[in-house]
């Protein structure tokens, strides 16, 4: 019998519940990405609703970025803590219907002032879903096939994504008359709160959860406080060093990636194309890479260790970053590209997916998942400002050539890119946790 079970996918391991409890945090999480990439594609198109001049522009687009960064942290660090208190399941629905209600307010903005304040407050919920969806997960699917699970659940955050790419280049097709195109997206971003029904409704919390929950109660020790969290030595360590890890990605996605659309959209504008078309173009092929390199990795995290996994990925995500804005200068070249960026830049978020979860016990996982994977938001959120005046000051220094200014703003870029190898860095002094259970106290 055991030799049968053996040869089932990790899919049929699961039960019907456990099945659509990951069906339900994946949907979550995927319309959680489609929410975010939607943001980088309206961004753009805002800010010339909002400024006149294109300095302006760059410079308050930047602006917005960190605000979303900034919200975002916040909202991961305060519901992370309240999953752990209070539950997974009734936090969740509670995130997916605060950034879906705020995106769509996203559309009414009648000014820079009132569209960073709607920002700031997607950012909160979208801060909070992912520690939740984590957490909610691996306490509910049986633990042989934890790590499979955990890593899909991420592969299809790059799902959404395409999804972006996709509604991006139909908008800029067909609408291409739509006044103020943007506010359409914002208004499809706003879809996902007929999630937040089934969330409520029909998730339970996780039975490890709730003895967790009396255990902790009975030992008189607090879920989900981050006193706790920092105070005990263990996860202390494992808190500190699991931010440092996931800062490495989360700047070099933020800070540095997800300004390949706009490098590319300037290239399109040179060769008398449509800068909103090729910037989801873009999008849409550095996905694909991101998909297929969440899928790699999730199967490495099989047979390899956790942190050889990272050291190969984050050397990647460093060689690849360079090469898209050192040498991108024609729209052609993002087919090959960007989704090679994409395949070692998304593939380390597979990676926090499955890792940061085996570092902390039941009662500190989301929190500790969130602190991990949020904190970073915060370095995230200069990392668009520190960008925009690096490449700046390039960009005077270039003169009035427009690629020069392409090459001012790519060398800008690479600069940024020594923050991959922080994650490398780190990486000795972090645990190893193939092959073992979860921790508990």
Known sequence: MAHANENVGWWGRLNGYQK??????????????????????????????????????????????????????IGGMIFGSLGDKYGRAKMLGLTVMIYSIATGLSALSKSYFDFAAYRFLTGLGVGGVFGLAVALVADTVPNEVRPRALGVLQTFSTVGNCMAGLIGISLA???????????????????????????????????????????????GKKAGSYMELLGDVRWRKNAILGMILSCA??????????????????????????????????????????????????????????????????????????LVFQFLRHTHQIFWMSPIMGFFQLSVFAGFSIYLPELFPTRLRSTGTSFCYNVGRIVAASSPFTLGILAAKLTIAAGADPLKKLDAFGNAASMMCVIFLLGIVVLPFLPETKGQPLPED
């Open 20 to 73: 659509f409890v990951f069906i339900v945090a994946t949907l979550a999480w995927m319309f959680d990405c489609l929410d975010q990439q939607i943001f980088n594609l309206a961004r753009p198109l805002a800010m010339k609703s909002f400024f006149a001049d294109a300095a302006s522009q760059k410079l308050y687009g930047s602006y917005s970025v960190s605000i979303f960064l900034i919200g975002w942290a």
């Open 173 to 219: 097709t067909y609408w291409t008359d739509a006044k103020d195109p943007w506010k359409w997206l914002f208004l499809v971003g706003a879809a996902p709160a007929l999630l937040t029904a089934f969330t409520q409704l029909k998730l339970k919390e996780p039975q490890k959860w709730i003895d967790s929950k009396k255990k902790s109660d009975a030992e």
């Open 249 to 322: 990605g989360v700047v070099g996605l933020w800070g540095i990636g997800v300004f390949s659309a706009e490098l590319t959209g300037d290239i399109a504008k040179l060769e008398g194309k449509s800068a909103p078309l090729w910037s989801s173009i873009n999008l849409l092929v550095f996905n694909i890479g991101g998909f297929l390199g969440m899928l790699t990795f999730t199967r490495m995290s099989q047979h390899w260790p956790r942190k050889k996994s990272f050291l190969i990925f984050f050397l990647g995500a460093l060689v690849t970053t360079v």
